[in-house]
Structure formats: structure tokens, C-alpha cells
């Protein structure tokens, strides 16, 4: 009907008009994507609301969760990685008390030295259930600050800072406000006491990579390298063997890099931390020579980590089930 009018005004050229008209398209479709996106965020709500009256819990959420994620049904017999994992937490697996201690950022490292030994976590300065409690002031510098209940909202406080700027004090005020379990129902942080942890800050400060450990079943299968996370996040993945494995997950490539020099005790700890669970990723910093660990992950990004293609999904899922029947 708009094209009908507007054919009739005498000023728009032919050409003009069919520009005009591709314009027009392109608005309606976007306008149309962008309705069907809040309708769904608000049908997802609605969802979770009425699984819970229904005594359903979250399954139909995790439902609803994934498919928006990846656009697919999970399948058992998939034996894809984001599949597993979906299964994973609309089990009763996650809630088992030994996974929901080794989810917060403090607790797990007495769980740590049990197993591993001392020395192999960054120590405790500080622990606060409030950002009121937080003195900027008394916090040795360099440190950092981050939720022991959750991942990510970190904060790195510098030698010469006296005190957090407020855009900081907000960060941890949200970090505080929220879990991986409101926000994408992971069992495991349900019941954890949401708390802001106070470590000293690594020689590396915020250039610090990650290295990520994939076990199953006990063995090491999969390792993940995070490089520039504050910034330009990039994301390499090897096998055990320090093999380049050419797969895209949720970041681009970064530089491929040697392998570091305590690889083996890396994956030696991994192993001795894995045996109490059939799945955990073991995530790991290196300072100079020094192994640290951070925590022991048990759903990585929620099962809604996107790989650039179903073949890469494929390829990372046959490393890491690899001699499983």
C-alpha cells in the first residue's frame, strides 16, 4: 500500500523509487527480526515463570535457552560439545555439593591444596558481601577484585589508585546483583553466598592469559589459551600435545604461541582435580614460571559457546570424547 502512494507522487524517479522501496524492505525486515527477538526475550520470561508454577523447574528454560543460542534441539546422540553440556545441566549433576564448592572462587582453593597441594592458589586478602564494606583505601595494591560466585566484573586496582572510581564500584554492585544462576541456570552457583574476593594482582596485571584445561573422564583432551581479554579478546585452542587445533570459538584467532614451559605440570594437576567429576575444565595462570589456579569450571559459557561453524563444533567435540564408546 506505501509503494502504491508513493507511486503517484510525481517528483520520485523510477530509479529512485525502487532505491526507496529497497530501503522500505530492508526497514520492515529489521523492525520484523527486531519484534520477533524482544518478543521471544519476553516469551522466554514468561516460560521460566510458568515452569516454575508448574513444578517443571528449569529444564524448559534450558530449553528455551539453548535453541535461542544455537538454533537447533540438543540431541544426546549429537555428541557435540554444547549438547553434552545442555544435558549436563538439566541433569541433577550440577547440583552435586562437591561441584557447587568448586564453583566459588574461594572455597575451591581448600579443595585445591587437598588435592594438589599448597601454594598453587592465589591467596585471599579479602573477602566482602557488600561493596559497602569495600574500603578502597585498605586494599593492598596491586590487587584485584572479583565475584567468588560468578565469572567476569573484574577489577584491577593499581599501585598509586587510593581509591575505586565509581563506574568500578557499579561493576561490582552488578556483579553482586546477579549469578550464573539467575542468569543462565546453572546449578551450581544456585546456593553460593554472593561475595566479592580480594587477590594480589599477578606481575602480569591485566595482560595475564588464561590456560584452560578440558578434561573428561579425567584426561586432559582440550586446552584453551585467552589472550587480551580486556580488550580484544582472542581465544586459541591445542591439544594436549601442543597441537594447533584451527577452530573458532565465541572469539577470533589469536597468535599461535610454544608451548609453556610447565605444560606438564599443568596437566598433571588438571588430571589430579578432574578425577572427582566426568567433566571440569581446569583454568589455569601462568606468572613467570609459576602455575596458579583460578577455578574449576563445570558448564563452560553455559552451553551457549558458538563455534564459527557446526564442522568446528564437530572437530573440538571429537578431541574432547575422544576414546569415549
Known sequence: ?????????????????????????????????????????????RAFKMSLKLGLGDRPYLLILFIYAHK????????LFNDYLFFLKASDELSDIMRQVTSD??????????????????????LFASVSEINGEKLPRPCVLKPAHGSGSVVFCKEGQNELSEEELELLQRALD????????????RYLRRRI??????????????YKVFCFRGEPKVIQVDSDRHWAH?????????EHVDVKYNFPL??????????????????????????????FFISGE??????????????????????????????LFADVS
Open 290 to 319: 609459576r602455575l596458579f589456579i583460578g577455578e574449576l569450571t563445570h558448564c563452560p559459557e553455559s552451553a551457549h559457546g558458538r563455534f564459527a561453524s557446526r564442522a568446528d563444533e564437530a572437530r573440538f567435540s571429537a578431541l
Open 254 to 283: 589469536g597468535q599461535w604461541e610454544d608451548a609453556p614451559s610447565n605444560l606438564s605440570e599443568m596437566l598433571d594437576i588438571s588430571r589430579a582435580l578432574a578425577t572427582e567429576f566426568e567433566f571440569v575444565r581446569v583454568d
Open 197 to 210: 574476593v580480594c587477590e594480589p594482582m599477578l606481575q602480569e596485571g591485566e595482560n595475564i592469559k588464561d
Open 178 to 189: 546477579s549469578s550464573p544462576y539467575t542468569s543462565a541456570r546453572e546449578a551450581n552457583y
Open 105 to 126: 572462587k574461594h572455597l575451591v582453593k581448600e579443595f585445591v591444596n587437598e588435592r594438589v597441594g599448597t601454594g598453587k592458589t592465589i591467596e585471599t586478602v579479602g
Open 1 to 45: 500500500k506505501m509503494l502504491w502512494i508513493l507511486s503517484g507522487i510525481p517528483h520520485i524517479s523510477g530509479r529512485g523509487l525502487k532505491s526507496f522501496s529497497r530501503k522500505c524492505r530492508q526497514h520492515c525486515i529489521w523492525s520484523f527480526c527486531l519484534g520477533l527477538k524482544m518478543s521471544l526475550l519476553s516469551n522466554m520470561r
Open 72 to 79: 537447533r534441539l540438543p540431541r544426546r546422540s549429537s555428541r
Open 234 to 242: 582472542k581465544r586459541n585452542i591445542y591439544t594436549p600435545a601442543w
